[in-house]
């Protein structure tokens, strides 16, 4: 019994470690509230976080719950952990890279997002772009 114990314990933390996405000039504050979204790849240059989800599609629910949870509502709860990250666009994509959709965060955006009474779906819509081919038109 204990062996078998010990070789669930080691198969679940092999599969954890498999599944953490790789981070590349990622902030930790930034790494915390992306570390829970089935990422593959997150990389942060010059205020651009360019994503890779494990999803041959991102629907645009997918994108905008990704946006209101994994990065406007951290900065809401914790506004002190994302300052200075200086994040200005947010780029969602596929596992191929191929299709996404790109959120303009820069400014207050997500604090304007977060007043009673707005809708998020409609506010995220407001700042994004598609994403095809591999490239995010700027806005």
């Known amino acids: 019994m204990k062996k078998?114990?010990?070789?669930?314990?080691?198969?679940?933390?092999?599969?954890?470690?498999?599944?953490a996405p790789e981070f590349k000039n990622v902030p930790?504050?930034?790494?915390?509230?992306?570390s829970h979204h089935g990422l593959k790849t997150a990389q942060l240059d010059n205020g651009v976080l360019r994503l890779q989800m494990d999803k041959?599609?991102?629907?645009?629910?997918?994108?905008?719950?990704?946006i209101y949870h994994g990065i406007c509502a951290e900065q809401w709860r914790s506004p002190e952990r994302f300052t200075g990250v200086n994040l200005a666009r947010v780029e969602?994509?596929?596992?191929?890279?191929?299709?996404?959709?790109?959120?303009?965060?820069?400014?207050?955006?997500?604090?304007?997002?977060?007043q009673m009474g707005k809708n998020y779906r409609t506010f995220i819509n407001q700042y994004t772009v598609k994403c095809e081919g591999g490239t995010c038109p700027r806005p």
């Open 92 to 114: 969602l994509l596929n596992t191929n890279a191929t299709q996404g959709y790109a959120f303009d965060a820069r400014g207050d955006v997500c604090v304007q997002m977060g």
């Open 4 to 19: 078998l114990l010990a070789l669930l314990i080691g198969t679940v933390s092999t599969l954890a470690i498999a599944a």
């Open 56 to 66: 041959p599609e991102v629907s645009e629910l997918v994108y905008t719950t990704f």
């Open 28 to 34: 930790a504050p930034l790494q915390k509230s992306l």
